[in-house]
T-cell receptor
């Protein structure tokens, strides 16, 4: 089975902190994705990567950056966390389709 | 870009009844349509998908239909059970099941349907 592992299930940070969310997949997938999930808004794509060191903006990239130094790892970075970034963050990977999701990181910014 | 709309946002059914969730998409280039189920505290899991060259696909109690002309697709769950209670998401992609690289691999999601099955 495909395994997508997000490093933390729950995370609490303070406004202004630099926050790192980590995601690792074990299936040698080329594509990796970061989504944000908020009630009533569904899954919104923040960034995705289709190769090592490659990245593309999704629909809501403002306030975020990403890093993909190795094929199996995709990191989401909140440069200066703000309260409106409190949300559930989901990572996914795929060889093209389908996408396989991790169980999410619930991030609270105080 | 692609726009996917999903209805209804909430759905309550009695155990044993059928449930239908409908989605529409805007871009006729979309050719791959997966459905995901998200249980509480977990990430979305693929339950069924369909490609644009197929009109219907079944897997036990779950079926998906696709109407390319009208640009809509639906999820049908028969003989619902309490464990079917979850949030369901539809999605569309232009890359097909083999889409690789750049924008081909991205999915456009609907906003989700909260399905509740009452015993």
């Amino acid at each position: 089975d495909v395994k997508v592992t997000q490093s933390s299930r729950y995370l609490v940070k303070r406004t202004g902190e630099k926050v790192f969310l980590e995601c690792v997949q074990d299936m040698d997938h080329e594509n990796m994705f970061w989504y944000r999930q908020d009630p009533g808004l569904g899954l919104r794509l923040i960034y995705f990567s289709y190769d090592v060191k490659m990245k593309e903006k999704g629909d809501i990239p403002e306030g975020y950056s990403v890093s993909r130094e190795k094929k199996e790892r995709f990191s989401l970075i909140l440069e200066s966390a703000s309260t409106n970034q409190t949300s559930m963050y989901l990572c996914a990977s795929s060889p093209g389709a389908p996408q396989h999701f991790g169980d999410g990181t619930r991030l609270s910014i105080l | 870009g692609e726009n996917v709309e999903q209805h209804p946002s909430t759905l309550s059914v009695q155990e044993g009844d059928s449930a239908v969730i409908k989605c529409t998409y805007s871009d006729s280039a979309s050719n791959y349509f997966p459905w995901y189920k998200q249980e509480l505290g977990k990430g979305p899991q693929l339950i069924i998908d369909i490609r644009s060259n197929v009109g219907e696909k079944k897997d036990q109690r779950i079926a998906v239909t696709l109407n390319k002309t009208a640009k809509h697709f639906s999820l049908h769950i028969t003989e619902t059970q309490p464990e079917d209670s979850a949030v369901y998401f539809c999605a569309a992609s232009m890359g097909g099941p083999g889409g690789r690289g750049s924008t081909l691999g991205r999915l456009y999601f609907g906003r989700g349907t909260q399905l509740t099955v009452w015993p």
